[in-house]
């Protein structure tokens, strides 16, 4: 113990271990280290070593070497550490503005392959358009937002923004350009009444261009305006020679290509500021091009309010909102809902309608909104239901459909597809896996086809007479088409015939099972039986 009593204040306020007694008009820190060092006993516990020090409170440490940490001694009061402040949310205060109904609504979107500069277009347009306090400016890392967009790179969700111009309001999409995700691209192009295709001076017509392209046609967008990008790192020549070929497949594709504004510029130079013809004057003669050539379609104003899904959020405190482009009808605060796709039918009341973070009362059709329903959790809805007025949707999973196999040329497989085909169908906002029925005595059916087919759906989805839809196999789109007639259900005994022909495929394609869906090992068995005997 006499060892110990030579400590000296140095050695002692090196760690925050110990503090003196409360009535003590000094305090010092005492170090553990420094005690292990002269007193070992003094850390078995001995509290007559401790109090002549004057030490209340004990902190027992860890080793250097993350050993456990050593008893605190006899007498000693744990140190109470301070409690930690409590998260809160923040709370928007900011009181929300009524949406003013003065101009006409219009819905456009960007479309074009990777890389071509459709995001920073957008932010373009908002930059521009923001100096003329006609929108608020979306930077590029505000429009792809999500930690796997800024970490790829590449737009994945369809992005909203809105402006104005001085005769129109703008619902702006951003869609996906990346191959690998056209299912979300088919979303944002069946909420556009116009589309801006974006090609790059550098590459010119790519894949997705033509994808996209057609895509937008087979959902029913007729007016595209064309942005080419990226002048500034191209020659004249090459310019001119990436909108011819633009011009050409506009018109193989059913466009008037002949007809349709085609501007030259640099979505980089608008969006900093240079003040050139391919810098901010371009982004001015696109939105100049936009609002005379693209129309306004006529709303269905007068049928009963239909709003597919494209997005589900839990707002804290608030409930749950669904997003999505309203088709047809009239919705208002108060009305009673039904939300009804993949085998549900929810019943619910719309509480709260906002466009764009602003306050609607009354949303009409064209209208991008989010409607806040009553009673219900995220999980209880999912992208691609649909929130109508209750009773005007049925469920249905077999119908008969006018198909067209898009050939090798137009973005198709060079493939035929045989009997129980089953590809993915997109329509509005959902996907569902499908079972191809061909028409009897057929086989094959070979690309560039057109024919009448039986489909029948893994779940039950709100359909109609008239509604178009889009086949896709792996990477590729392989048709379009639109219903013509709605089955009956499927029954229980159906759905196990389908199950069935879904692991014929499955063997067939591992080569256990031949064309006529038959084992192959138990036909050669018998074969090898028969030149046996």
């Given at each position: 113990?006499?060892?110990?009593?030579?400590?000296?204040?140095?050695?002692?306020?090196k760690g925050?271990?110990?503090?003196?007694?409360?009535?003590?008009?000094?305090?010092?820190l005492a170090?553990?280290?420094?005690?292990?060092?002269?007193?070992?006993?003094?850390?078995?516990?001995?509290?007559?070593?401790?109090?002549?020090?004057?030490?209340?409170?004990?902190?027992?440490?860890?080793?250097?070497?993350?050993?456990?940490?050593?008893?605190?001694?006899?007498?000693?009061?744990?140190?109470?550490?301070?409690?930690?402040?409590?998260?809160?949310?923040?709370?928007?205060?900011?009181?929300?503005?009524?949406?003013?109904?003065?101009?006409?609504?219009?819905?456009?979107?960007?479309?074009?392959?990777?890389?071509?500069?459709?995001?920073?277009?957008?932010?373009?347009?908002?930059?521009?358009?923001?100096?003329?306090?006609?929108?608020?400016?979306?930077?590029?890392?505000?429009?792809?937002?999500?930690?796997?967009?800024?970490?790829?790179?590449?737009?994945i969700?369809?992005?909203?923004?809105?402006?104005?111009?001085?005769?129109?309001?703008?619902?702006?999409?951003?869609?996906?350009?990346?191959?690998?995700?056209?299912?979300?691209?088919?979303?944002?192009?069946?909420?556009?009444?116009?589309?801006?295709?974006?090609?790059?001076?550098?590459?010119?017509?790519?894949?997705?261009?033509?994808?996209?392209?057609?895509?937008?046609?087979?959902?029913?967008?007729?007016k595209?305006?064309?942005?080419?990008?990226?002048v500034?790192?191209?020659?004249?020549?090459?310019?001119?020679?990436?909108?011819?070929?633009?011009?050409?497949?506009?018109?193989?594709?059913?466009?008037?290509?002949?007809?349709s504004?085609?501007?030259?510029?640099?979505?980089?130079?608008?969006?900093?500021?240079t003040?050139?013809?391919?810098?901010?004057?371009?982004?001015?003669?696109?939105?100049?091009?936009?609002?005379?050539?693209?129309?306004?379609?006529?709303?269905?104003?007068?049928?009963?309010?239909?709003?597919?899904?494209?997005?589900?959020?839990?707002?804290?405190?608030?409930?749950?909102?669904?997003?999505?482009?309203?088709?047809?009808?009239?919705?208002?605060?108060?009305?009673?809902?039904?939300?009804?796709?993949?085998?549900?039918?929810?019943?619910?009341?719309?509480?709260?309608?906002?466009?764009?973070?602003?306050?609607?009362?009354?949303?009409?059709?064209?209208?991008?909104?989010?409607?806040?329903?009553?009673?219900?959790?995220?999980?209880?809805?999912?992208?691609?239901?649909?929130?109508?007025?209750?009773?005007?949707?049925?469920?249905?999973?077999?119908?008969?459909?006018?198909?067209?196999?898009?050939?090798?040329?137009?973005?198709?497989?060079?493939?035929?597809?045989?009997?129980?085909?089953?590809?993915?169908?997109?329509?509005?906002?959902?996907?569902c896996?499908?079972?191809?029925?061909l028409?009897?005595?057929?086989?094959?059916?070979?690309?560039?086809?057109?024919?009448?087919?039986?489909?029948?759906?893994?779940?039950?989805?709100?359909?109609?007479?008239?509604?178009?839809?889009?086949?896709?196999?792996?990477?590729?789109?392989?048709?379009?088409?639109?219903?013509?007639?709605?089955?009956?259900?499927?029954?229980?005994?159906?759905?196990?015939?389908?199950?069935?022909?879904?692991?014929?495929k499955?063997?067939?394609?591992?080569?256990?099972?031949?064309?006529?869906?038959?084992l192959?090992?138990?036909?050669?068995?018998?074969?090898?039986?028969?030149?046996?005997?």
């Amino acid at each position: 113990m006499a060892a110990s009593l030579r400590i000296s204040l140095f050695s002692l306020e090196k760690g925050l271990l110990f503090s003196r007694s409360v009535a003590s008009p000094t305090t010092s820190l005492a170090s553990l280290n420094g005690l292990r060092n002269f007193c070992p006993e003094a850390l078995r516990g001995s509290s007559a070593f401790l109090r002549p020090l004057g030490c209340r409170h004990y902190a027992a440490p860890t080793d250097k070497k993350g050993g456990a940490k050593v008893a605190a001694p006899k007498g000693a009061v744990p140190e109470k550490k301070p409690a930690a402040a409590e998260k809160k949310r923040p709370v928007d205060t900011t009181e929300k503005k009524t949406y003013s109904r003065e101009k006409p609504h219009c819905n456009v979107g960007t479309i074009g392959h990777v890389d071509h500069g459709k995001t920073t277009l957008t932010a373009a347009i908002t930059k521009v358009l923001s100096e003329e306090n006609k929108a608020k400016f979306s930077k590029y890392e505000d429009i792809d937002n999500a930690p796997e967009e800024r970490a790829r790179g590449i737009t994945i969700n369809a992005a909203h923004v809105e402006y104005q111009t001085d005769s129109r309001h703008y619902g702006h999409v951003d869609c996906p350009g990346h191959a690998d995700y056209i299912k979300n691209m088919i979303t944002g192009t069946a909420q556009m009444d116009g589309a801006i295709l974006v090609v790059a001076a550098t590459d010119g017509v790519m894949p997705q261009t033509r994808e996209h392209m057609i895509l937008a046609k087979q959902i029913g967008v007729e007016k595209i305006v064309v942005y080419i990008n990226k002048v500034d790192a191209a020659d004249k020549e090459m310019t001119e020679l990436v909108e011819m070929e633009i011009r050409e497949l506009m018109n193989d594709l059913g466009y008037k290509g002949d007809d349709s504004p085609v501007i030259h510029g640099s979505a980089l130079h608008a969006l900093q500021g240079t003040e050139d013809a391919i810098g901010k004057d371009s982004i001015r003669k696109l939105l100049a091009a936009v609002d005379s050539y693209v129309s306004i379609p006529m709303r269905d104003l007068d049928k009963a309010f239909m709003l597919p899904i494209e997005h589900v959020h839990s707002i804290p405190g608030r409930g749950t909102v669904c997003t999505g482009l309203l088709e047809r009808g009239v919705i208002k605060k108060g009305d009673p809902c039904e939300i009804v796709g993949y085998d549900k039918v929810i019943k619910s009341t719309v509480t709260g309608i906002e466009m764009f973070k602003q306050i609607l009362e009354r949303a009409e059709a064209g209208d991008q909104l989010g409607a806040l329903v009553r009673g219900l959790k995220r999980d209880d809805i999912r992208r691609g239901m649909i929130l109508c007025k209750p009773g005007t949707f049925q469920l249905y999973d077999h119908i008969e459909a006018q198909i067209y196999v898009l050939t090798k040329a137009e973005g198709g497989r060079d493939k035929p597809f045989t009997q129980y085909f089953r590809p993915v169908m997109f329509c509005r906002t959902w996907d569902c896996a499908v079972e191809v029925h061909l028409p009897p005595g057929k086989d094959l059916v070979m690309a560039g086809e057109n024919g009448s087919f039986r489909v029948q759906m893994q779940k039950q989805m709100a359909l109609e007479v008239g509604q178009r839809f889009t086949f896709r196999d792996g990477a590729h789109t392989i048709s379009t088409g639109v219903i013509t007639k709605i089955h009956p259900n499927l029954t229980d005994v159906q759905k196990k015939v389908m199950d069935l022909n879904r692991t014929k495929k499955l063997l067939y394609a591992e080569g256990k099972l031949d064309s006529n869906f038959k084992l192959i090992q138990a036909n050669q068995g018998q074969k090898a039986k028969a030149k046996t005997n």
